[in-house]
């Protein structure tokens, strides 16, 4: 048997190819993928090759590249030294697409009943956001402005709302996007509205407390610390293409800014006393909104396609990424 697995062979190509299936060695899980989630910010700046030639971006993202790390599962197989109850147990995983993946058991979460293969796959996006929420010290009835309306975008609107932010305020160029917002969230688009002036009218004159960057457009990056308040809290939540050149005096200094990064690394690792919010930590609590139904994410798929039609989905997406939002190729 062989191991369909999607590569990036080079900038603008990529393969479906037949690899060998891994074997589990040690505490390691073999899993069969059912689902996996493209992240479109992160796979399609990989796949364009479009990046400062001695960025992080470039040392990360060398060709060929295997992408993906939201798979869902079922574990087929165990190495020696891993648990074999866990045979027959549907799992997440930071793995790659392909149709077999293996991973350290100590590295997989469980999925509980109740919570779909397709609800699941999105754990990583859920985790980035709600690291990043956390990190941005949003406390109840602040205001938010959040630039981006893509998947991360979608996520960091509705966990601010859940944790008390009013109002939180959404901008981007594309109204499909605006358009999956729930009714509680305020939809501006920049290309119809002046965001400016609009944030200043829905904070009374306060402007925000907190802008999200979600976007990874780094030179919309100035433009957007227009909508804080001065002591306000500006958090890095996408992952910038390349750099922003900002005087420190005026953005920084002078209105005494706090910018926050707030990579998906920035998670402890391991839960402590101090801080319990590590990676694990909040993929279950996600899991836990979704069999509550206090979340939904279902309504974010866009596209439901077979990993044998991967090469023509991703020409897609990089010709015009505003048309997707969750992107989930099917393993069955």
């Known amino acids: 048997m062989k191991n369909p697995t999607v590569v990036f062979q080079k900038p603008k190509s990529v393969g479906v190819e037949e690899r060998e299936i891994p074997q589990p060695k040690g505490d390691e899980v073999l899993i069969r993928t059912k689902r996996s989630l493209i992240s479109i910010g992160t796979e ?18 060398k060709y060929p590249f295997i ?22 147990k549907t799992v997440a995983s930071y793995s790659p697409h392909a149709m077999y993946v293996s991973a350290s058991q100590k590295d997989v979460m469980l ?14 996006i859920a985790e980035i956001v709600m690291n990043g929420v956390r990190r941005s010290q949003l406390s109840f009835g602040e205001s938010v402005v959040i630039y981006g309306a893509g998947l991360l975008g979608q996520f960091t609107a509705r ?10 305020i959404v901008t981007d160029v594309s109204d499909n996007r605006l358009e999956y917002l729930p009714d509680n969230i305020v939809k501006i688009n920049p290309l119809k509205q002046n965001v400016v002036s609009e944030v200043e009218r829905l904070t009374k004159g306060r402007m925000a407390d907190i802008v999200f960057e979600v976007t990874g457009n780094q030179n919309l990056i100035v433009e957007e610390f227009k909508c804080l308040r001065r002591l306000g809290r500006f958090v890095v939540l996408s992952s910038p ?9 005026d953005y920084c200094n002078a209105p005494s800014f706090t910018i926050i990064g707030a990579h998906n690394m920035s998670h402890p690792p391991v839960e402590t006393l101090n801080n ?5 930590r909040h993929v279950e609590f996600f ?46």
């Open 276 to 280: 319990p919010w590590s990676r694990r």
């Open 159 to 168: 966990i601010c709302k859940m944790a008390g932010a009013m109002p939180v």
């Open 241 to 249: 293409r390349g750099p922003t050149y900002i005087d420190l005096h």
């Open 67 to 88: 992408p993906g790390y939201d798979n869902i599962g079922r574990v087929v197989d165990v190495g020696p030294d891993a648990d074999r109850s866990l045979i027959g």
């Open 111 to 124: 999925v509980p009943q109740g919570v779909s293969e397709e609800e699941a796959s999105f754990f990583t």
């Open 44 to 61: 399609l700046t990989i796949l364009s090759g479009e990046f400062p030639p001695q960025s992080y971006w470039a040392n990360y993202g």
């Open 287 to 332: 899991f836990d909104l979704l069999q509550n139904r206090e979340l939904e994410v279902s309504r974010l798929i866009t596209h439901r396609v077979s990993y044998m039609n991967a090469q023509k989905l991703y020409e897609q997406l990089l010709k015009d990424r505003t048309i997707a939002l969750g992107v989930i190729l099917l393993w069955d």
